[in-house]
């Protein structure tokens, strides 16, 4: 397959970064063609700052898209669709969708307190935790059935990140493999190091 062929792998963090720990960083590691983005506000999320960020991504590679989005990564893929096209977007896997509209919202997030709730114009998989102290699992439901999303509820991992022990989190490639679907290569991925 010619390069610019090959899928590009855009990890969209939440609030604060994922750390060396958590499965988005170690995907990152082991998906070829993967990027981050780098918005300026990890602790102070600004909503434009995160929309511009993956915007940013986006716009920097040729080929095939497929977004990793985890807890307000997801809301920031959201609001991107609301403003930005890209038919390069082949679709996103939506993890722990936070509420972010429940009364106790962070001082910090209080940006993102009011989301756009269209459909996503591409295929999505939202993987909801039954015991996500971030978000009630009927709220991440709403939130991905507003977003069009096919949902998975995985069980009780808490909010789906370094502190739930998935370490690389071999299972939710499966997941990630539904939305290459069966018209593109199969996912090989890098020998961890």
């Given amino acids: 397959m010619d390069t610019e062929n090959k899928i ?49 991504e986006i716009s920097a590679v040729t080929g095939p898209v497929i977004l990793i989005a985890h807890s307000l990564g997801t809301i920031t893929v959201a609001e991107w669709a609301a403003q930005y096209r890209s038919d390069m977007v082949l679709g996103a896997l939506l993890v722990a969708i936070p509420d972010v509209q429940r009364p106790d919202l962070p001082t910090a997030i209080q ?31 709403l939130f991905a059935q507003r977003f069009g999303a096919h949902i998975e509820e995985i069980g009780n991992y808490g909010h789906i990140n370094h502190e739930s022990g998935l370490g690389d989190w071999e299972a939710g490639f499966a997941w990630l493999d539904q939305l290459i679907g069966s018209n593109r290569e199969p996912l090989h991925l890098k020998q961890a190091s």
């Fill in 111 to 141: 940006g993102f307190s009011k989301p756009v709730f269209k459909p996503l114009p591409f295929p999505s998989i939202a993987l909801l935790s039954s015991n996500d102290p971030y978000s009630a699992l009927p709220r991440g439901r």
């Fill in 8 to 56: 590009h792998y855009i990890i969209v963090p939440g609030f604060q970064n994922s750390g060396e720990r958590h499965w988005q960083t170690r995907w990152q590691q082991r998906l070829p063609n993967s990027r981050r983005t780098q918005p300026s506000s990890w602790d102070y999320p600004e909503h434009d700052d995160w929309v511009k960020a993956l915007q940013r």
